[in-house]
């Protein structure tokens, strides 16, 4: 099974930054696309004019998956964000179809959301000056980093690795839980303000200079069936506190003190069901 990605592009023209906007990198992950779908429909209308450089927006960027309300058909996309020579699962046709699209722009925000509730929040992986200028506009009240250090020896490149691979600067934000509709809102002001800061459009950047930032620092992986505490996101926990017990009788316990980030409890084994971190720099 093979599809092809949609992507819309408006090009002003004239000299400027080219800016990629990335949704549904996975499928159950709506709220881009949404946000998306309105501001395509201003530009193809003249509502929206960029004022110089260019935009390229793709709404869907795994189409099956987004059909089926599933977050990949047969392997995480932003998982093998590479160049597959010989593609033959789903996501690596994709892949194939998304890199060169970030390497050709000089910065790409790709937009997610998350099973848990939660505010918003960035990811700063490569912290070069655009992406930390970036992160403190676009109106997320918490900064995420460490990702890079976590997933060094996996061998996964997400989209963030593909651009700084290309030399690009880009940021991931996830916009809230799935089903918020708020999430819809978080991410349309996500996609103005990186536009406004770029200079594309005319509009005053939500300054948040005082955001939290999170130093991630354990990705807890569920290695056999078990039951994950209810505990939220950003939810405190103590260093030799219970955090997820396996059929087994083994249970997985915090290994210092911190926070809890992004757990997912219908995790399957193999995936990921939680991480945790610890605050940084409070807001």
């Given amino acids: 099974m093979q599809d092809k990605i949609t992507s819309y592009s408006f090009?002003?023209?004239?000299?400027?930054?080219?800016?990629?906007?990335?949704?549904?990198?996975?499928?159950?992950?709506?709220?881009?696309?949404?946000?998306?779908?309105?501001?395509?429909?201003l530009f193809e209308n003249s509502t929206f004019?960029?004022?110089?450089?260019?935009?390229?927006?793709?709404?869907?960027?795994?189409?099956?998956?987004?059909?089926?309300?599933?977050?990949?058909?047969?392997?995480?996309?932003?998982?093998?964000?590479?160049?597959h020579d010989a593609p033959s699962q789903y996501e690596e046709?994709?892949?194939?179809?998304l890199v060169p699209l970030i390497s050709a722009h000089d910065f790409t925000l790709d937009l997610h959301s998350i099973h848990s509730s939660g505010a918003s929040f960035a990811f700063l992986d490569y912290p070069n000056d655009v992406a930390?200028?970036?992160?403190?506009?676009?109106?997320?009240?918490?900064?995420?980093?460490?990702?890079?250090?976590?997933?060094?020896?996996s061998g996964d490149i997400t989209t963030l690795d593909c651009a700084h691979i290309a030399g690009k600067a880009?940021?991931?934000?996830?916009?809230?839980?799935?089903?918020?509709?708020?999430?819809?809102?978080?991410?349309?002001?996500c996609i103005l303000n990186t536009l406004y800061y770029f200079g594309l459009l005319d509009g005053q950047v939500s300054q948040t200079p005082d955001c939290l930032t999170?130093?991630?620092?354990?990705?807890?992986?569920?290695?056999?069936?078990?039951t994950l505490r209810p505990l939220e996101h950003m939810s405190t926990v103590k260093s030799g506190e219970v955090i997820a017990e396996f059929e087994n009788?083994?249970?997985?316990?915090?290994?210092?003190?911190?926070?809890?980030?992004?757990?997912?409890?219908?995790?399957?084994?193999?995936d990921e069901w939680l991480y945790l971190g610890q605050i940084v720099k409070a807001a």
């Fill in 214 to 226: 999170v130093h991630a620092k354990y990705r807890v992986v569920k290695s056999a069936e078990g």
């Fill in 11 to 41: 090009d002003s023209g004239m000299d400027g930054a080219s800016v990629l906007i990335l949704g549904a990198i996975h499928g159950n992950e709506k709220c881009g696309s949404r946000a998306m779908e309105k501001l395509i429909a």
């Fill in 132 to 153: 930390k200028d970036i992160c403190e506009i676009l109106g997320v009240k918490t900064i995420f980093t460490g990702w890079t250090e976590m997933y060094e020896d």
């Fill in 249 to 270: 009788g083994e249970s997985y316990t915090a290994p210092e003190d911190g926070v809890v980030l992004i757990p997912f409890k219908d995790a399957q084994v193999g």
């Fill in 49 to 83: 004019k960029l004022q110089k450089g260019k935009v390229t927006f793709v709404p869907i960027s795994n189409p099956a998956a987004y059909k089926a309300h599933q977050r990949y058909i047969d392997v995480n996309l932003n998982r093998i964000m590479h160049i």
């Fill in 93 to 97: 046709y994709l892949a194939n179809q």
């Fill in 170 to 189: 880009s940021v991931t934000v996830e916009c809230g839980q799935h089903e918020d509709p708020d999430s819809i809102r978080v991410a349309e002001e």
